[in-house]
């Protein structure tokens, strides 16, 4: 259905969301709780109420862009394409320009400059990639669809690759700042914003210029009818009750990470940060491939149920991290951030896919284009519990103790055993679903993995 070019065009789009989404999700709660001196609990629940508000925006904007023509001008999902752009470039803008406008002391004013535009940037978030992910099912056929999804996880990677890198290097900088963002360093973060925003609006022209979208049958539905729906689908239930869960874990390791390596593993400058960076990047890409390759075999659940397992096993050891006798402590960080990255990079390597087989099938069955039904229905618990990880991290960065003359932050020591938790809840529940509906091999789905791996056929 798409020419290689038009699913390049379609792929690329997701690089300027992807870099906004990372330096957000990341750089946000450390500049507010370190930069801008807001109370951490406070930063927690302004970040919070940002998730809540994806959560719901995302629902509604999935089921009203499935109801649309795409007879009218600006189409059926790229109405929200076009409009939506430029309203999320805007409130990321705003969201790192507090040193230019809030008062140095002001508490309520921090708190609440936060919670305007970190909300409004969910919210355009949200009514922006909700019909663009939706548009992939329409314009795609099944042979094609890991193809694409492939292109926009590699994407996917530049792109957190750029934003993750940004966010360790302007942190350094940031810190050798004497006035941090109230000075030099804070303009060259305005001008990097504004950078990345025009991106963002750019690498979406070619896909809106060049893909047209199909002309669908569409019907008015009630949200509600649409709803339940998406609740009688056992499979995709499981994945959204699995990965909510999760979620909450993860949430408070990335709001926190930024702080670990600085207090815990000791990486403070730009350069440190950015060799960590790239290193771990490195150890993402080749976690995919082998992730990849592990799932054509064993599918896309078993993949993930060895995923959460290492995860499981790997996170709790953060107490020791620091504590080992005779390897020194940059080894043991570099160990450690290895070990999570090459778990973490599966639980991103398929969502796409899954989400997109959860619409194909039901598409097939019910002969009703639900995509925008499926993809905005999950970001309501899957925020919620980001909402939930941001209030907690929150908590867990305030949590400290005085020795000596020293001041120890005993919740980013103990923050693996904390994810770990989440991750154990979840594991159950991802167990009994199935994530691979178009694998023909039923014995390969109904296995054991580690029968599979451990048998002498293997």
């Known amino acids: 259905m798409l020419t290689i070019r038009q ?31 807001l109370d951490p609990v406070l930063n927690g629940i302004g970040n919070a109420i940002g998730k809540i508000v994806i959560g719901f925006s995302s629902v509604v904007v999935g089921i009203v862009s499935d109801s649309l023509s795409s007879k009218s001008k600006l189409g059926r999902r790229k109405f929200f394409i076009w409009t939506g752009a430029p309203a999320l470039a805007f409130s990321f803008v705003m969201l790192f320009t507090p040193q230019f406008i809030i008062p140095l002391g002001s508490q309520t004013m921090k708190f609440v400059w936060l919670l305007i535009w970190n909300s409004l940037f969910h919210l355009f978030y949200g009514y922006l990639v909700i019909p663009y992910l939706s548009w992939m099912p329409e314009i795609t056929s099944e042979d094609e669809r890991v193809q694409l999804s492939g292109l926009m996880n590699t994407v996917n990677i530049i792109g957190g690759a750029i934003g993750a890198g940004f966010v360790l290097v302007m942190s350094g900088f940031i810190r050798d700042d004497p006035q941090g963002i109230y000075g030099e360093a804070g303009k060259y973060l305005l001008i990097f914003a504004l950078l990345f925003a025009v991106l963002e609006l750019l690498f979406f022209l070619p896909a809106l210029l060049k893909i047209k979208e199909k002309e669908i049958e569409t019907k008015k539905k009630k949200a509600w009818s649409e709803i339940k729906v998406a609740l009688r689908n056992r499979n995709y239930m499981i994945w959204v009750g699995g990965f909510t869960i999760l979620n909450v874990g993860l949430t408070i390791v990335a ?28 150890v993402y890409i080749l976690s995919f491939l082998f992730w990849g390759r592990f799932s054509k075999k064993f599918g896309k659940k078993w993949s993930l149920i060895i995923a959460f397992t290492w995860l499981l096993i790997w996170l709790p050891i953060t107490p020791l991290v620091g504590k080992i006798p005779l390897i020194p402590l940059i080894v043991q960080g570099y160990g450690f951030g290895i070990g999570a990255v090459f778990g973490v990079s599966a639980v991103y390597l398929f969502s796409y896919a899954i989400l997109a087989d959860f619409a194909d099938k039901d598409e097939r069955e019910t002969s009703e284009n639900r995509s925008g039904l499926y993809t905005g229905f999950k970001s309501l618990p899957f925020n919620i519990a980001q909402a939930i990880g941001f209030v907690a991290a929150g908590f867990v960065r305030g949590w400290t103790k005085v020795v000596g003359s020293e001041t120890i932050n005993i919740g980013l020591v103990w ?13 159950p529940i991802i167990w009994k679903g199935d994530f691979d509906p178009f694998m023909k091999d039923e014995k390969v789905k109904t296995t054991s993995i580690f029968k599979q791996i451990f048998s002498k056929k293997n």
């Open 7 to 37: 699913k390049i065009y379609y792929s690329i789009c997701r690089m300027g969301i992807t870099i906004l989404l990372n330096v957000v999700f990341v750089a946000t709660f450390w500049m507010y709780t370190n930069q801008v001196n």
């Open 255 to 282: 709001a926190l990470i930024l702080d670990f390596l600085e207090k815990v593993l000791g990486i403070v400058n730009a350069m440190e940060k950015f060799l960590f960076g790239a290193i771990m990047l490195f």
């Open 415 to 427: 923050m693996g055993p904390i994810c770990a938790i989440f991750i154990l809840l979840s594991l």
